[in-house]
């Protein structure tokens, strides 16, 4: 973490407005990172037909039942994330809706795995009155926080099945939500694009030129809003559906310059512009 550490506190001295979201983020990463999850891909029976529907367009999550052993882990590390919080020097609020969570969690053992599955499935919480004094956006976050930690034995099946086999979708291969970022990467055909999941982080390869979101590639539909004082940073716009997809173009930062809450300013930028963002956003502007 040491190294992820200094990136972070050399990222927020330049933008120091992203202060408070970043220790936020700290606190989870350090949780998330620390977890070893259990190893749930070469023991899945189902991993033939998985991966036949996978070649069909099916994101992995889809195709098949998810396994328990992701949904207990996961369960786990929210409710660990939770106790980070309470203890933490963040926002009241924030404190706030931990202190509420874990007060439940205590009495309903049952209700992070539910919540998992529920985020996995719906993108939301399914009218859990426990919860409806806490703010639904928080703890979809908190729950996809700890799917990306859970999820990293499947991640790297699939990136590994990525390499026999093209996906090329606007949407995640692992859980089938809508990228949050772009990434220009430099391989031997030349500069090539990277989509980086806005829920469990995942990160694919998608055509260079393209609207990920509505699969416009018309040039001249397809803009660049650059910014002068950041030049690996830019907003890529689409004309004919109106969003935009904030995009990473150096090398080096990619651990902080790709975790979404470190271009918040992206997304005002992109907003005053007239663009909307899609799918889900962990944080909210």
Same mark, same amino acid.
């Given at each position: 973490?040491?190294? *992820? ?6 990222? =927020?001295? /330049? ?6 979201? @970043?220790? $936020?983020? !700290? #606190? ?82 049952? *209700? ?6 529920? =985020?996995? /499935? ?6 859990? @009155?426990? $919860?409806? !004094? #806490? ?151």
């Amino acid at each position: 973490m040491g190294t *992820l550490d200094a990136a972070i506190k050399d990222w =927020v001295n /330049e933008r120091p407005y992203l202060k408070e979201i @970043a220790q $936020l983020h !700290e #606190i989870i990463t350090t949780i998330v990172e620390g977890d070893v999850a259990p190893e749930v891909a070469g023991a899945d029976a189902n991993w033939g037909r998985t991966v036949d529907e996978f070649k069909k367009g099916i994101p992995v999550l889809r195709a098949n039942e998810i396994n328990e052993a992701i949904i207990e882990n996961a369960a786990n590390l929210l409710i660990e994330i939770i106790d980070a919080l309470t203890a933490a020097s963040l926002p009241d609020k924030i404190i706030s809706y931990s202190q509420q969570a874990q007060a439940i969690f205590h009495k309903r053992t049952d *209700l992070p795995g539910q919540l998992i599955e529920d =985020v996995l /499935e719906n993108n939301s919480i399914q009218n859990n @009155a426990d $919860l409806e !004094e #806490i703010d639904e956006g928080f703890i979809v976050f908190l729950a996809w926080s700890a799917l990306s930690g859970a999820l990293k034995p499947l991640k790297q099946q699939v990136a590994e099945l990525l390499n026999d086999h093209q996906w090329r979708k606007g949407y995640c291969p692992v859980c089938g939500q809508l990228p949050a970022m772009g990434h220009l990467v430099r391989t031997e055909k030349g500069r090539e694009r990277d989509l980086v999941c806005g829920c469990c982080q995942m990160k694919w390869r998608y055509r260079r030129i393209g609207c990920p979101y509505c699969d416009n590639s018309k040039q001249e539909q397809l803009k660049i809003i650059g910014l002068d004082d950041e030049p690996d940073l830019r907003i890529d716009t689409c004309e004919k559906c109106k969003c935009y997809l904030k995009t990473y173009t150096g090398e080096g930062k990619e651990q902080v310059a790709l975790a979404d809450w470190s271009t918040l300013h992206l997304d005002l930028i992109a907003k005053k512009h007239g663009f909307k963002r899609v799918g889900y956003q962990r944080y909210e502007v």
